[in-house]
């Protein structure tokens, strides 16, 4: 050997200098984690890789989800030829070499070519097509690996040619699950060592990983290095190892205890309270924390309704707008959804009214005696109701001016005080207005004239928000 030759590689030397999560690829599905809904007893992907049928398909998902890694269980089963380059590194002439030594290989010993192609999002539009009449003649089923939507990264003629397979982040029992595994295999993993993880480590490691088996055992790895290399032989991994391994402090946050609850708490009482900073803050731990922001946005449409209400109508639409938002988009870009949603509640004009009435008209229905629908107010749409004497009396309001008629629409004793009592903030100011215009007519026992029409129409569209270049709370 020469001074130039390239020594002979020694697969258990480079097995041995991999990184970790390399290393600790499940070589079967049986040993694969996550994907349940893909890959468990009985579905459809399990069954195409076990029978060796598998076709043209896409895997679209996050970073260390599974994706490559099942590649290469799919590797190790099929009887056709398994061929694997990237997206990042290959251009359209490797593509064209691959082709034809598929076409050659069917052609002469009729065996087909499995190309899987890593982050194929990446090839541009006339790179992808070099692929179609190759999928199309059943010459290479491709198995493409995407990050990104592949509706929209990748080619329509490919795309219709091949099943989209979503894979999901890796939940928490799921990374917890490899993370132990690591920690006990002594072939691959680091059980040689010694290493333990103390439970605070653990949950850290867990929320900053985000789904990602490649960053949480990755980051294992780091934090064993660097505890070993103090020179100590406790190797018990704690919080401030994961979080030099990670470059993130630990937030002190538990998803179902106290902690949960009491910063949530703290979130809804500044948002109610007006401090629109603090609230802010409290958003940024949870978010931080990897709080369900489904959870956050749930709690906002509530306190829409229950601390804003009427005096800002418009709170609940962006409540409701964000919840949509964060299932529509996803996170981390939907946190943007959730900050506008805060600063405007916590920004906008504060009533509990329409909470207050609720339960003041429950208490009434739960406590005082049951009563009957009058008659005049009784459903009259079918035929023979007439003659049950229901709808009769009724004065339909948009046959009077103002659209409105003084009339009773309780049956006496029903109703043990005013249930409703507008705010003197925001649009339910002139929502008060409007009820105290309606009262006087009632108690006068009169319709609106033509000018009183006008001003309780007027009120009416006030309180919707009609009305414009008038200032508001």
């Given at each position: 050997m020469t001074l130039f030759d390239e020594p002979r590689s020694n697969p258990s030397q480079m097995q041995s200098a991999a990184p970790l999560a390399t290393r600790m690829r499940p070589g079967t599905l049986d040993e694969f984690v996550g994907q349940a809904e893909l890959l468990g007893p009985g579905k459809l992907l399990r069954q195409l890789i076990e029978q060796d049928q598998l076709a043209s398909a896409i895997f679209y998902g996050p970073p260390?989800?599974?994706?490559?890694?099942?590649a290469c269980i799919i590797a190790q089963r099929t009887r056709s030829h398994y061929e694997t380059f990237s997206a990042v590194t290959s251009g359209i002439a490797e593509v064209r070499k691959v082709m034809e030594a598929a076409r050659h290989r069917l052609a002469l010993e009729n065996r087909k070519t499995v190309l899987f192609i890593d982050e194929i999002h990446r090839f541009n539009k006339a790179q992808q097509d070099a692929f179609l009449p190759h999928v199309e003649a059943g010459t290479i089923v491709l198995i493409g690996a995407t990050t990104e939507n592949p509706y929209f990264?990748?080619?329509?003629?490919?795309?219709?040619?091949?099943?989209?397979?979503?894979?999901?982040?890796?939940?928490?029992?799921?990374?917890?699950?490899?993370?132990?595994?690591?920690?006990?295999?002594?072939?691959?993993?680091?059980?040689?060592?010694?290493?333990?993880?103390?439970?605070?480590a653990l949950r850290h490691l867990l929320d900053v990983s985000n789904g990602d088996a490649r960053r949480a055992l990755n980051a294992l790895e780091l934090a064993v290095q660097a505890a070993a290399g103090n020179g100590t032989e406790d190797l018990t991994i704690g919080v401030s190892q994961v979080e030099q391994a990670t470059q993130q402090r630990a937030i002190v946050y538990d998803a179902d205890g106290d902690t949960h609850y009491d910063t949530v708490s703290a979130f809804i009482k500044s948002v109610r309270g007006s401090d629109v900073d603090a609230a802010l803050y409290w958003l940024a731990k949870m978010i931080k924390a990897g709080e369900d922001p489904r959870f956050i946005t749930r709690r906002l449409v509530i306190l829409a309704s229950e601390d804003i209400g009427n005096a800002d109508p418009l709170g609940l639409v962006v409540a409701t707008a964000a919840a949509h938002a964060v299932e529509y988009v996803g996170m981390p870009e939907a946190q943007l959804n959730l900050a506008q949603a805060t600063t405007y509640l916590a920004t906008a004009p504060k009533s509990n009214a329409s909470y207050v009435a609720l339960h003041r008209a429950l208490e009434d229905v739960e406590k005082r005696p049951a009563v009957s629908v009058p008659p005049h107010l009784r459903d009259a749409s079918y035929?023979?109701?007439?003659?049950?004497?229901?709808?009769?009396?009724?004065?339909?309001?948009h046959d009077f001016p103002g659209h409105y008629v003084p009339q009773e629409y309780l049956p006496a004793g029903a109703r043990s005080q005013a249930y409703y009592t507008p705010a003197d903030s925001g649009r339910e100011r002139k929502i008060r207005e409007r009820m105290e215009s309606l009262d006087r007519l009632s108690r006068e026992g009169g319709v609106p004239s033509d000018s009183s029409s006008h001003s309780v129409e007027r009120s009416r569209r006030d309180s919707l928000g009609e009305t414009v270049n008038e200032p508001t709370d």
């Open positions: 260390g989800c599974g994706k490559s890694t099942l990264s990748v080619n329509s003629p490919l795309l219709s040619r091949a099943r989209v397979f979503r894979f999901e982040p890796l939940t928490d029992a799921d990374l917890e699950d490899l993370v132990r595994r690591a920690l006990h295999d002594e072939q691959r993993g680091l059980g040689k060592q010694g290493a333990k993880l103390e439970a605070d035929s023979g109701s007439s003659r049950l004497g229901h709808g009769i009396g009724y004065q339909y309001p």
